[in-house]
């Protein structure tokens, strides 16, 4: 049984690793000069490799087609991928959230384990060998081939291209071209887990700034809420909760096709641990004891300092007034900004900054027990090149490693 991977990302690796260790003769393609470009800079360099929770937490983070993902977890666990890893001789760590990242803090470790793993179990690999179609007849794949017009024949192929983000680690969505080829739907892919662009004119005054224990509000259909760390940027607004509450917007389906938001209004709340009635208090507070200053000062109790200018703006109110000339009415708008100060947010920025793609080569297409196409006799899906998709917290790359796996242990089947 010859098996051709096309791809040498975790999943598809991690493909050709189960299938040569059920015995098949495999080949790896890599377009790129060396493997595992876009693995090597997870986590900032030192890779969340996968999560550390029970299986079910896994399904409740996927945001793309969990449902299509349970074999597939169950076939290759998290417990499994760090067994693996330890095998190699890598030690790993938990850290907050259950995230877990290799002893060494570098994603060369383990890396350099993955590739060593397979290349002692006798797979070939093949870099700067970019594939330009897959080769079929009559519904049957019979292999692909190269930019070069090269056909490379193999019994199975498995499909495991990537999405489209981060397009300079080699992900620049040819999976989808050959898939559409094979007759397969392309779900239209989106960036996802990447910073928004906003319109607000003191974005660049804010730049750099980083907010802790914050809260993003949106509100398209429905008012939501996104609890933690937000950043901005001299164009937008970026951080874990932002992160989020973009993936939630395009379930919700209020992004368009050209990542614009369409109908959507943001806020940040700057003080989410304090009702309306106990930031007045603690505002009264401050106030009281610092009366006659002026209160562009007396708010640096309460906000970092490049804030305290558009908040007071926002509020109405004259930054050099002091503060025990404000009036409850005065005092209320200022807990209003606060609590909501708005922002424009446009929309999601590019695949260039995404770290994962939404969307991507149907679900409905592929079998989710094996990951065969249902469209192609021989072809095999893994990966991110699928409509499948998680948050942040090592999820993406375990639905990587279990497709991959899956896709590997069918494809070697006789
Ligand atoms: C900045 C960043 C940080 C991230 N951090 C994390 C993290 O910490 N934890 C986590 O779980 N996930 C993280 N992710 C997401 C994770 O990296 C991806 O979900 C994962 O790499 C997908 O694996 P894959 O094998 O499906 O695709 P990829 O890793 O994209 O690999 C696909 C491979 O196919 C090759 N290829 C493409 N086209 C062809 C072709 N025509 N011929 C031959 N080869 C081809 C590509 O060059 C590439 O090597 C991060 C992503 C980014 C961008």
Redesign the pocket.
Known sequence: MKILV???????LMAAYAARKNGAEVIV????ER?????L???KGR???TNAAPIDQFIENTMGNPNFLYSAFYTFTNEQVMEFFREQGVALKVERGNRVFPESDKSQTLADALLKACIDSGIKVRTR????SLWIEEGKIRGAEDQKGNRIPADRVIL????K??PA????G??YHMAKAADHTIVHPLPALVAFKTDDSWNPELAGLSLKNVSLITKAKKKKEYFGDLLFTHDGISGPVVLTAGRNLIQEGVVRENGEFKGVSFWIDLKPALSKEKLDRRILRDFEAFHLKQLKTVMKEMLPQALIPIVIEKSGLDPEIAVHQIDKKQREALVETLKALPIQGRGLKGFKE???TVGGISVKEVDPSTMASKKVDGLYI????LDVDAL?G???????FST?YLAGLSASEK
Do not use: H, W
Not at 35 to 39: A, D
Not at 160 to 163: D, S, V
């Open positions: 096309i791809g040498a990302g975790p999943a598809g393609y890599e377009k790129m493997v595992l470009r876009k693995f800079i997870t986590g890779c969340n490799l060998t970019p594939i330009q495991a291209t990537g999405g983000s981060y680690t080699g992900s620049t040819d999976g995404a770290i994962i893994a990966g991110e090149v942040t090592g999820f993406n790359l375990q639905i990587a991959g």
